[in-house]
């Protein structure tokens, strides 16, 4: 036999070595994934379910500002209470709630500030409830917002929304899955002045000016 023919019989065993392992390995990867797959068909985790259980309003003034690119706006000073609950429905599923912002909008606009939530770990059928002060100090209205939340509460109904926006996990045995982008979406309507409006008695504000309407339920965005 040549020095030439070993030379090539040895580079074709190498190549064949060489696939083997990447079958291998191939093999394993694909095995692991099923597996992962198996469990999280079998378990189903569900999202959690969120309740926006009650919304106190501390002030919430809206006063004429100044001019800002050729029009006028408004400033808007708001303090207020949400009491939030998240429930984990999943049999044999955890939930780690590593981060989680609150903040309060209206018509699209954030009117406070983020609040952070505390970090938890949710167990079956765990209930966690946060109570965050949720503050806006001279928000910027434009005009046409300004004129509606006076509308609105002048009405006797004005509509803000509760939003949470954080980073869950869940797990299941010893298997922990990556980050997942959670976000809630919580209506709140406010009776203004038992439905009487800013034309009522109790016009100017006080204890009970605004009421939540009732418990609701949250849109939830995993």
Aim: charged residues 15%; hydrophobic residues 40%; positive net charge.
């Amino acid at each position: 036999m040549s020095i030439k023919h070993c030379e090539q019989h040895k580079e074709c065993e190498r190549q064949r070595r060489y696939r083997r392992c990447c079958a291998v390995i191939f093999a394993i990867i694909l095995l692991l994934l099923l597996i992962v797959l198996i469990v999280w068909l079998v378990l189903r985790p569900t999202k959690p379910h969120f309740y926006l259980n009650d919304l106190t309003v501390v002030c919430l003034n809206v006063t004429t500002g100044g001019a800002a690119n050729s029009y006028y706006y408004s400033n808007l000073a708001v303090t207020m209470q949400a009491t939030l609950a998240a429930r984990n429905s999943n049999e044999r599923v955890g939930i780690y709630f590593d981060r989680a912002d609150v903040y309060a909008e209206y018509k699209g606009l954030r009117i406070t500030v983020p609040t952070s939530l505390p970090p938890v770990y949710q167990g079956h059928p765990d209930l966690t409830v946060w109570s965050p002060f949720l503050s806006g100090n001279n928000v910027q209205l434009p005009p046409n917002l300004a004129v509606s939340i006076t509308q609105d509460e002048t009405a006797g109904y004005l509509l803000v929304t509760v939003r949470v926006d954080g980073w869950i996990r869940f797990k299941a045995g010893a298997f922990i899955t990556s980050s997942y982008h959670l976000r809630v979406r919580c209506p709140a309507l406010l009776v203004v002045n038992d439905g009487r409006g800013s034309y009522g008695s109790n016009s100017g504000g006080g204890a009970g000016y605004f009421r939540f309407q009732r418990a609701a339920a949250c849109v939830v965005d995993i």
